[in-house]
């Protein structure tokens, strides 16, 4: 995902906390071990987390919270078409683990 310049301060706030209703959403869809980082040089966001069952994430999307969410995130996130935040998916393969 991508921060809109300048407003990564803002971004930041708005997750400190998040909406309990999304907290709670995002728990119902398997949603663990969740972390966002920021790189300041492109304004690029990586998150990372935990899921249950790919099936069951994918059904976040239909969620009303999550739509509210990708709506208010508009003022700070770089957006597709739909609202949603534009991000990409793209397969990481693992090169270390330090358990």
Not at 56 to 64: G, H, R, T, Y
Not at 74 to 99: C, G, I
């Amino acid at each position: 995902m991508e921060v809109q310049p300048g407003k990564i301060d803002e971004y930041e706030k708005s997750h400190n906390p998040i909406w309990p209703e999304l907290h709670k959403a995002l728990k119902a869809h398997g949603i663990h071990n969740y972390s966002i980082f920021y790189h300041a040089k492109t304004n690029q966001l990586f998150g990372y987390m935990e899921i249950e069952d790919e099936e069951k994430l994918k059904k976040i999307a239909k969620n009303e919270t999550c739509k509210k969410w990708w709506l208010y995130m508009k003022n700070f996130l770089v957006s597709d078409t739909k609202d949603a935040p534009k991000a990409k998916e793209e397969e990481m393969r693992s090169v270390f683990y330090l358990p």
